[in-house]
């Protein structure tokens, strides 16, 4: 399996993890680092975080959890952990299976694992190529959306 500093000249050409509502995240082969913005106010008292196995509960004290999910494969819970500081909640998971991961949370917004597991056989300038246009989608939705809602103002 290739590790993650054979990967690094590939690094800006890949997606090692997300941004979704409540969460972003990342990894390596080994650990996956999950990152909250929470409100400024808040202290470390007013956090919960709960690993299990493969589930993760995760968010403010008297308030609906940020993060309630299945996770995508099975994690160390001895091993795993998290930090606060201010405006922020990182939460380390150590993988119990050195493998990549597709989402944090299952139902999540996937990653392209192919295109990781992919970097084994292409070059970089194919991987270049992709990303490219998998950037040019990604502005062209985004211009489609302004569009849309120049269209329709609320």
Do not use: C
């Not at 968010?59 to 940020?66: C, I, M, N």
């Not at 922020?88 to 993988?95: C, F, G, P, R, Y």
């Amino acid at each position: 399996m290739t590790t993650l500093r054979e990967m690094s000249k590939y690094a800006h050409l890949l997606e090692f993890g997300n941004d979704t509502r409540n969460y972003s995240w990342t990894q390596t082969e080994e650990e996956v680092t999950i990152t909250m913005k929470i409100e400024s106010t808040a202290t470390s008292r007013d956090v919960f975080v709960r690993f299990e196995k493969q589930h993760l509960i995760a968010g403010l004290r008297g308030q609906p959890a940020l993060i309630d999910g299945h996770l995508f494969d099975e994690v160390v819970v001895h091993d795993s952990s998290w930090s606060f500081t201010e405006g922020e909640v990182q939460i380390t998971l150590q993988k119990k299976n050195q493998k990549w991961w597709g989402s944090a949370i299952v139902g999540d917004p996937s990653i392209d694992l192919d295109l990781i597991e992919g970097t084994k056989y292409l070059d970089v300038g194919l991987l270049e190529k992709v990303k490219q246009a998998k950037l040019e989608k990604k502005r062209e939705e985004e211009r489609a959306r302004a569009a849309a809602a120049q269209q329709n103002p609320q």
